[in-house]
């Protein structure tokens, strides 16, 4: 199965300013015929079931705010709030799509400094 | 309104069984594969399990190959996960969850509430 490493495990940014999150896969994502990377971010707020933020590693599911991006190929990506809101305090996943076997990171928990 | 709600969870002795279901509206279940993933108390996400739009194709993660059962009834709308031998390690909180593809397996898409299982004695 492929592995997926998130970090940090946790980090606190001030209300407005910018946090990045890495996720690293143990192989790479990227499928060669159709250049996409099979990569997922997910946001989970206490006590709520996981939403959907980012799928092919940087597009952005509908309603999404504009202020989370996603980036990277193959096997280093990350997940960017450009200006974090107090709304955003979360738990945030990576997910691979490209084995049978779908795996998650860890999770980065996401706080206010 | 596109949602999915799960049911059948609550406590059992390990070795015991349990049905989850997962009941879908507002949307067309029947053109969409599924899956189950679950979430151990304080813990990351796991896949568990994914059915194709027809059921013609099954998938399962080590942990849980040979003791639990993915099916679905299309004319119901509704997904079910037959839980056999549960062990300690089952416990946690199961997620019926739309996969973002139609004829492939990719990203989840649509999340239900979850139901809660607990395996112990």
């Known amino acids: 199965d492929i592995v997926m490493t998130q970090s940090p495990d946790s980090l606190a940014v001030s209300l407005g300013e910018r946090a990045t999150i890495n996720c690293k896969s143990s192989?790479?994502?990227?499928?060669?015929?159709?250049?996409?990377?099979?990569l997922a971010w997910y946001q989970q707020k206490p006590g709520q079931p996981p939403k959907l933020l980012i799928y092919?590693?940087?597009s952005r599911e509908s309603g999404v705010p504009d202020r989370f991006s996603g980036g990277g190929s193959e096997t280093d990506f990350t997940l960017t709030i450009s200006s974090l809101q107090a709304e955003d305090v979360a738990v945030y996943y990576c997910?691979?799509?490209?084995?049978?076997?779908?795996?998650f990171g860890q999770g980065t928990k996401v706080e206010i400094k | 309104e596109v949602q999915l709600v799960e049911s059948g969870g609550g406590l059992v002795k390990p070795g015991g069984s349990l049905r989850l279901s997962c009941a879908a509206s507002g949307f067309t279940f029947s053109g969409y594969n599924m899956n189950w993933v679950r979430q151990a108390p304080g813990k990351g996400l796991e896949w568990v399990s994914s059915i194709s739009s027809s059921s013609g194709y099954l998938s399962y993660a080590d942990s849980v190959r040979g003791r639990f059962t993915i099916s679905r009834d299309n004319a119901k709308n509704s997904l079910f996960l037959q839980m056999n031998s549960l062990r300690a390690e089952d416990t946690g909180v199961y997620y019926c969850?739309?996969?973002?593809?139609?004829?492939?397996?990719?990203?989840?898409?649509?999340w239900g509430r979850g139901t809660l299982v607990t395996v112990s004695s």
């Open positions: 192989q790479s994502v990227l499928y060669s015929s159709n250049n996409k990377n099979y």
């Open positions: 997910q691979q799509y490209y084995g049978s076997s779908r795996t």
């Open positions: 092919w590693a940087s």
């Open positions: 969850a739309r996969d973002g593809s139609v004829h492939d397996y990719w990203y989840f898409d649509l």
